[in-house]
């Protein structure tokens, strides 16, 4: 009977794994068609609305080896296959505080290394965004202060915290950068 229960959760936990890693890379290939459009279209981009699950772009930390894709909203099924957008929030790319949202035990598990510093890219299909880490700090679940609207382009970056802890986190890790330079 053990033997089948943990032959049923490895074989989830492997579906669950490359679901993900096909995602990202359907992801991916989605952002590099929205790229080249935009550079192929010579007229003025109109704002599409933006669906639930839809790619929105790429964060990238090269220090810690994060790349993941980012998606709007930040449903059970969105953090499970990427990063995702909160609701709310300035989209990735737009001047204000965009806030990003992760899971701890997959794509945001190396913020736990993060430095005042770091850089952060955030690839849209308009360009690529760098940003600088300018405070890191671990907040309860029901403080949203850290995602207060800015007038200066800002990204704040959400997870859960304690890193090593099972089940349901008591708190938030929170990663605050501010633009360095825009696109180029």
Not at 12 to 20: F, P, Q
Not at 49 to 61: S, Y
Not at 103 to 125: M, S, W
Not at 156 to 161: I, N
């Amino acid at each position: 009977m053990l033997l089948a229960i943990g032959t049923v959760v490895l074989a989830y936990v492997g579906m669950t794994v490359l679901e993900s890693r096909l995602y990202q890379a359907s992801a991916k290939q989605s952002l590099e068609t929205q790229i080249h459009a935009i550079k192929k279209s010579d007229s003025l981009q109109t704002k599409v609305p933006v669906k639930p699950g839809d790619a929105l772009g790429r964060l990238d930390i090269p220090r810690l080896g994060i790349s993941v894709a980012i998606l709007e909203g930040t449903s059970l099924r969105t953090l499970r296959l990427g990063a995702g957008h909160i609701d709310a929030t300035p989209l990735p790319g737009e001047s204000g505080n965009s806030g990003i949202a992760g899971h701890r035990d997959t794509f945001f598990r190396e913020l736990r290394n993060v430095r005042k510093t770091d850089e952060i890219q955030l690839q849209t299909a308009t360009g690529v965004l760098h940003y600088e880490v300018d405070w890191v700090k671990v907040v309860r679940p029901d403080d949203i202060s850290v995602l207060a609207a800015s007038s200066e382009s800002a990204l704040t970056l959400v997870t859960c915290y304690p890193f090593y802890f099972v089940g349901s986190a008591s708190d938030r890790f929170i990663v605050h950068a501010r633009l360095s330079r825009p696109s180029l």
